[in-house]
């Protein structure tokens, strides 16, 4: 792809063709561990570095694939690392990797990470094929940070609730109460409530890039103004 950039893969991976926002992928995941910020940041973790381990490796041996066979070798790649990064995890934050349970090795399943190995690392280099990766996987991960932010300060009120499950006992102070004697709000921490709060967040998206192509439009406009209307007594 001669004319692939760092530029346009930041911008297609973070907002313009984000996983989760654009290409509505990874959702099954994506909803059930967004209840809150932590869960949803020790996901978006995991996915991130299998993104960039599987891009790397296919595309460092793309070569060397036979087109018949390399859907099933992506895939083994594919859940290699993600045995890996289960195992690390089960070692070093056993309690946060208890509450992910099987969408921990479920990574396998995730069409996002599958499809970037097929469509993207498969036809780049090494370099381009591992900033897709981090992009892809820093575009999944916020929309997992910023869903469980969401539902965590509505559904309980709190941010960063359980963050020494990530980070150790040190980490305790992370953990914020905004809001005191908070009853909280049922719905926004049951599963309707992660639909709720992604068509919010997607609604907000598509909000912002109708306001973004309107002030583009007018902006053209504005620079190239129509000759009809300015010399309507021209042919």
Same mark, same amino acid.
């Given at each position: ?28 995941p994506?909803?059930?561990?967004s209840?809150?910020?932590?869960n ?5 973790l ?59 090795p ?5 069409? $996002? ?13 090494p ?35 359980? $963050? ?15 809001f ?22 997607? $609604? ?25 209307r ?6």
């Amino acid at each position: 792809m001669s004319n692939t950039s760092y530029r346009d893969i930041t911008q297609q991976g973070l907002w313009q063709n984000n996983v989760a926002f654009v290409q509505l992928l990874g959702l099954c995941p994506l909803l059930a561990v967004s209840n809150n910020t932590i869960n949803g940041l020790g996901l978006g973790l995991a996915t991130l570095l299998v993104l960039l381990c599987s891009n790397l490796t296919v595309s460092l041996i793309r070569y060397w694939v036979r087109p018949e066979v390399r859907v099933p070798v992506f895939v083994m790649i594919i859940a290699s690392f993600v045995t890996a990064i289960d195992l690390l995890m089960s070692a070093f934050m056993h309690d946060l990797h208890k509450i992910l349970g099987i969408f921990i090795p479920l990574i396998v399943t995730n069409c $996002a990470i599958i499809a970037r190995a097929e469509a993207f690392a498969s036809k780049n280099s090494p370099g381009y094929a591992l900033w897709d990766g981090l992009m892809m996987g820093l575009g999944f991960m916020a929309v997992l940070v910023v869903l469980g932010a969401l539902r965590e300060l509505l559904g309980q009120g709190t941010l960063f609730d359980q $963050a020494h499950l990530m980070f150790g006992d040190g980490a305790a102070w992370l953990s914020i109460t905004l809001f005191d004697d908070y009853q909280g709000f049922l719905l926004a921490i049951l599963p309707p409530g992660a639909f709720i709060g992604l068509g919010l967040l997607i $609604a907000a998206k598509n909000w912002l890039d109708q306001k973004k192509s309107t002030r583009t439009q007018a902006l053209l406009a504005t620079n190239n103004p129509d000759p009809q209307r300015l010399h309507p007594d021209q042919p």
